[in-house]
């Protein structure tokens, strides 16, 4: 029998409608479609505090944990359970877990996972697994075949050209068990 895959879902804002409205039903709609574990608000140029609140409000009736993507100040500012760090983030790991219960990274290599780990992130995204947009070339499933989770005290998340249920069964078929997208939950 196969594991439950836990799924992280990362919000942008060019994939979102962008008025408090719209996007309570779009994000509501995805909710009511997918078991989603962790979810990510991700707007790197202008976040909206108006969609944060709807976002935050959705994540705690499903009982979701909430983070707030490369905005620290933010995150608690407005309540985030935690903070996904980008890649030039990394010395904010430690900080950031004295002050918020969840603290992910983004890597992009073997390196990076294990430094963000000794700093103490709950979750890293390993990137990108699967051909992405803009995003060179992909790190492949023979890459996660290769990592031994239990070297990491972090959970590690499998993320980059996830978009369909084709690469979660390529991903399920391994010991590797958590992934994370933007796309494939758009797919629902």
Do not use: W
């Not at 479609?33 to 709807?54: G, H, M, T, W």
């Not at 998340?157 to 796309?183: D, M, T, V, W, Y």
Request: proline fraction near 6%.
């Amino acid at each position: 029998m196969r594991k439950h895959i836990k799924a992280y879902l990362i919000t942008d804002p060019n994939l979102y409608p962008n008025s408090p409205l719209k996007f309570y039903d779009f994000y509501k709609n995805i909710l009511d479609s997918q078991a989603i574990s962790f979810a990510c608000y991700r707007d790197k140029e202008s976040p909206n505090p108006k969609l944060f609140e709807v976002f935050l409000k959705l994540n705690q009736s499903y009982q979701i944990p909430s983070l707030l993507n490369s905005h620290f100040d933010m995150a608690l500012q407005y309540g985030f359970d935690g903070l996904h760090c980008n890649s030039k983030q990394m010395h904010q790991i430690s900080n950031a877990k004295q002050k918020l219960p969840l603290v992910f990274f983004s890597a992009h290599n073997e390196q990076e996972i294990k430094e963000a780990d000794s700093y103490g992130a709950n979750g890293i995204t390993i990137s990108p697994i699967f051909q992405t947009p803009n995003k060179g070339q992909p790190l492949g499933v023979d890459f996660l075949k290769r990592l031994d989770l239990n070297c990491y005290k972090a959970e590690i998340f499998a993320l980059g050209g996830i978009i369909s249920q084709k690469e979660i069964l390529e991903i399920s078929q391994i010991p590797f068990c958590s992934f994370a997208s933007i796309r494939y939950f758009l797919n629902s």
